[in-house]
C-alpha cells in the first residue's frame, strides 16, 4: 500500500537555526498537507500543496511539492520556541484517504 | 463554522474493561469521519473512517470497533481493552473541499 516516509525522526536546534523536514511518498500523490502538533495537543492543519513544484510560504515556514509530487519538504528559518512541536506531513491520493507519515519531532534550545 | 468534539478528554481503564469514545460533529453534513490513535512519541495510525451512517472501514485488525449511528456522530468501541490500546485517540473529519482533515481534541487513554 501507500506509504509516506518522513525524516529526521527527531531534530534538536538552537533558537535562531533553521529547521527542515522532509517527506517521501511511494505513490505519486494528489496533494500534500502539512500538520502541527504541540506537545499535549491534537494536530493542527497548516497547508496544503496540489501543484507539481508549488511553493508556499507562512512567514518563517516555507512548504515546497516536487515535480513529480511524490516529496515535500517543510523548512523553517531562524527556529523560535514557539516552533516546538512535532510536524506531519499526509499525502493524499484521489480519493478520501490521507496517509500520514510518521512525523519529525522538532525542539528548539533558548 | 463546523466544529468537532471528542470526549471524554482522558481516562484511566483497567484491562479487560469496555471502552466508549465519543465524537460529534456540528455545521456539516455528510462529513467523512475518521479514528486515529497515536501511540506515545509516535506518528498516526488510521484506525476506522466512515463516509456515511452505518459505512465503516477498519484499517487495521484489532480489538477496536467503531459505530456511526447518526450522521454527525462517531464513536469507538472495544468490549475488553488491552494494554496496548493504551494511547492518544484522535477523531477527524474531512471537509467538503480540498480534502483537508480537522481534528479533534484527542482523547488520552490508559488501560492499566
Known amino acids: 500500500g501507500q506509504q509516506v516516509m518522513q525524516i529526521p525522526q527527531y531534530q534538536h536546534v538552537q533558537e535562531g537555526e533553521d529547521f527542515t523536514t522532509y517527506c517521501n511518498s511511494s505513490t505519486t500523490l494528489s496533494n500534500i498537507q502539512w500538520y502541527k502538533q504541540r506537545p499535549g495537543g491534537h494536530p493542527v492543519f497548516l497547508i496544503q500543496l496540489v501543484k507539481s513544484g508549488e511553493v508556499k510560504k507562512q512567514k518563517r515556514l516555507t512548504f515546497q511539492f516536487g515535480e513529480a509530487k511524490k516529496n515535500s519538504s517543510l523548512h523553517i528559518t531562524a527556529t523560535q520556541t514557539t516552533d516546538v512541536g512535532t510536524y506531519f506531513c499526509a499525502g493524499g491520493r484521489y480519493g478520501n484517504k490521507l496517509v500520514f507519515g510518521a512525523g519529525t519531532i522538532l525542539r528548539v534550545k533558548s | 463554522s463546523q466544529t468537532i468534539h471528542q470526549w471524554p478528554a482522558t481516562l484511566v481503564q483497567p484491562v479487560g474493561s469496555p471502552l466508549s469514545l465519543e465524537c460529534t460533529v456540528e455545521?456539516?453534513?455528510?462529513?467523512?469521519l475518521y479514528w486515529y490513535r497515536q501511540a506515545a512519541g509516535r506518528g498516526l495510525q488510521l484506525l476506522f473512517y466512515?463516509?456515511?451512517?452505518?459505512?465503516i472501514s477498519s484499517e487495521v485488525p484489532q480489538n477496536l470497533s467503531a459505530s456511526r449511528p447518526q450522521d454527525r456522530q462517531f464513536i469507538l468501541s472495544s468490549k475488553k481493552l488491552l494494554l496496548s490500546d493504551s494511547g492518544f485517540y484522535l477523531c477527524a473529519w474531512l471537509t467538503g473541499s480540498g480534502n483537508t482533515i480537522y481534528f479533534g481534541e484527542g482523547s488520552w487513554l490508559t488501560v492499566v
Open positions: 455545521g456539516t453534513s455528510n462529513p467523512n
Open positions: 466512515s463516509i456515511g451512517i452505518d459505512q
